[in-house]
Each structure stands twice: as structure tokens, then as C-alpha cells.
């Protein structure tokens, strides 16, 4: 009787501290989501109020309502952001692998950033094979491709490049996404992939420090891993290992 008690004091003391972890990280995402909303919701105030209560001229106006648009935009982007990760999370999406078209998941996550990258004048360059077909979810890798993608747009300057190769190794298939962007230092590169995590240095890019985390998230739960090699003022180059099978 007397192991049996001990026996059930450790399962309860186990259950118990999975719950206080459990709500510390439901504290920690919440504190992270107020902080995040913090300065676009300030900056919408802020706007208004001049709005209400101080006379502009037709072009400051123009420049206030674009502020707000700006504003709007970046929390409409935070919370798509949460939603899909809050549904990876828990389980509301499952990701569904079946064999599919590389190229054509590919080729959804360029189409949402060749507008940005001819805006900067970026060349990117693309080499995958049109047949290569592996067992994939298509949608949330090609989610995880852009989001990749995105980054490299909007950290590489204006006249870089960014490349995409793919290579089948006996394993795996890496899909390596190369730019000529600003470079991450050795020291920050495995804080990247936290959630909401974003250099000092980088906050005058739109974002909330979610995209590669998400990518990790997707990326991890279909059995591949992601890898980075970054040197400042060199560029990066971040590959995703998506298993053959």
C-alpha cells in the first residue's frame, strides 16, 4: 500500500507540474500577442486622435490614412499568423502527406512574393525538376517555401538575388533557398526559429517574427528539418530536408 501511495504522490506531482508548465507557456504566448498588438494598436490611436482633433491638410490626411491602412494590415497579418500556428499547435489542421508535384508546390510560394521581388529589382533564379514528385502537404510546404521566401525579399536590398535549388539526396529532398540579403549572425542563428522572435536590427521591416517558426512547425511535423548557414553581410541560405517517403 505504502508504494502504491508513493507511486500515485509522483504521477499527481507529474500532472501537476505538465499544468504549470502548460500555463506558463499560455502566459508567455499571451504576454507575447499583447506585445505585438501593443504598438500597431497605439499607432492606430494615436492617428485617429490627430485625426478628431487637429485640422490637416488633404495630403497629411492622405499620409494619416495610409499610416492606418499600414497599421490595419499588420495586425490583420498577425493574426492569420496566430491562427494558422494555433491550429498546428493544436492539432485543428492535420497535415496530410501524399505524393505530389515538388514543383508545382513550389511554384504557389513564388507566385505570392514575384511582385515584391520585381519591385526591388531581385533577380530570382529557380532549378527543380518538373517531374520530381515526393509525399508532401503540398499546401502548408508551399506555406512554409514562402514564408522562406519572404524573408529573403525583404532582407536582401534592392539589385540581390535569391535562389532556389532543389536536390534529391538518397533520403531526403532539399529544397535551398540562397540570398544576398544582410546576413544573420552565428550568434542569433538558433534563436531565429523562436516565435515571435526578431533581430534588434530589423524592426524597420514589417513583420511579427512568426514566419520561420511556422515553417519549422510545418516542416518538422512531416518528418524533415530545416537548416541554416549565414554569415553577416553575406547572405543566407536556408535549406528544407523534406523526407523522400
Given amino acids: 500500500i505504502n508504494h502504491r501511495l508513493i507511486r500515485l504522490y509522483e504521477i499527481m506531482q507529474e500532472n501537476r507540474h505538465k499544468v504549470d508548465m502548460e500555463r506558463q507557456e499560455l502566459q508567455m504566448l499571451i504576454s507575447d500577442i499583447s506585445h505585438q498588438v501593443k504598438t500597431p494598436v497605439s499607432n492606430l490611436q494615436m492617428v485617429t486622435d490627430t485625426l478628431?482633433?487637429?485640422?490637416?491638410?488633404?495630403?497629411?490626411?492622405?499620409?494619416?490614412?495610409?499610416?492606418?491602412?499600414?497599421?490595419?494590415?499588420?495586425?490583420?497579418?498577425?493574426?492569420?499568423?496566430l491562427v494558422k500556428t494555433s491550429r498546428l499547435e493544436t492539432g485543428a489542421i492535420r497535415l496530410e502527406k501524399k505524393d505530389s508535384s515538388l514543383f508545382h508546390t513550389?511554384?504557389?510560394?513564388?507566385?505570392?512574393?514575384?511582385?515584391?521581388?520585381?519591385?526591388?529589382?531581385?533577380?530570382?533564379?529557380?532549378?527543380?525538376?518538373?517531374?520530381?514528385?515526393?509525399?508532401h502537404d503540398s499546401k502548408w510546404t508551399s506555406e512554409a517555401l514562402f514564408n522562406l521566401l519572404d524573408n529573403a525579399v525583404k532582407y536582401t536590398p534592392s539589385g540581390g538575388k535569391i535562389s532556389v535549388s532543389v536536390v534529391q539526396w538518397e533520403m531526403y529532398v532539399e529544397v535551398k533557398v540562397t540570398d544576398t540579403g544582410k546576413g544573420i549572425s552565428e550568434s542569433n542563428q538558433a534563436a531565429i526559429f523562436r516565435r515571435f522572435y526578431r533581430e534588434e536590427e530589423v524592426h524597420d521591416q514589417q513583420g511579427v517574427g512568426i514566419g520561420l517558426y511556422l515553417a519549422r512547425e510545418i516542416v518538422t511535423r512531416q518528418g524533415g528539418y530545416i537548416k541554416v548557414v549565414s554569415e553577416l553581410r553575406q547572405g543566407s541560405e536556408f535549406s528544407i530536408m523534406l523526407p523522400v517517403r
Avoid: W
Fill in 52 to 81: 478628431l482633433t487637429k485640422p490637416v491638410s488633404e495630403e497629411e490626411r492622405m499620409d494619416f490614412l495610409q499610416g492606418i491602412r499600414s497599421q490595419t494590415d499588420k495586425l490583420d497579418f498577425l493574426f492569420q499568423a
Fill in 106 to 135: 513550389l511554384a504557389q510560394a513564388m507566385s505570392s512574393i514575384v511582385y515584391a521581388a520585381e519591385k526591388k529589382e531581385i533577380a530570382v533564379s529557380v532549378d527543380c525538376p518538373e517531374n520530381l514528385i515526393i509525399s
